[in-house]
Nanobody, 116 residues
Framework: QVQLVESGGGLVQAGGSLKLSCAAS????????SGWYRQAPGKQRELVAT???????NYADSAKGRFTISRDNDKNELYLQMTGVKSEDTGVYFC??????????WGQGTQVTVSS
């Protein structure tokens, strides 16, 4: 079965950096629209960033200028480089693969906690 497994979450100081990774099995990331979602405590899941099959990227306003989504096609891995993190970035981060209209595959999530 398809598996998306996130790693790299943890505790980070406000203003610091963190890089999340997502490894996929039995799917090819480059064949899907891929992205990162996050869910803060008590809030709904929100889209943070996406990368299209051809490499075009989009970001939520809160992430623009601070986060970078990328993909390594040889390793079949998805990344989210987070810099200048804020307390508002705290939450569970999920990688996902699908189309522009629908997520087909979800990872299990990894916790990111920003301290101040």
């Amino acid at each position: 079965q398809v598996q998306l497994v996130e790693s790299g979450g943890g505790l980070v100081q406000a203003g610091g950096s963190l890089k999340l990774s997502c490894a996929a099995s039995r799917i090819v990331f480059a064949a899907y629209v891929s992205g990162w979602y996050r869910q803060a405590p008590g809030k709904q899941r929100e889209l943070v960033a996406t990368i299209a099959t051809y490499g075009s990227t989009n970001y939520a306003d809160s992430a623009k200028g601070r986060f970078t989504i990328s993909r390594d096609n040889d390793k079949n891995e998805l990344y989210l480089q987070m810099t200048g993190v804020k307390s508002e970035d705290t939450g569970v981060y999920f990688c996902a693969a699908g189309t522009h209209d629908e997520v087909i595959h979800w990872g299990q999530g990894t916790q990111v906690t920003v301290s101040s």
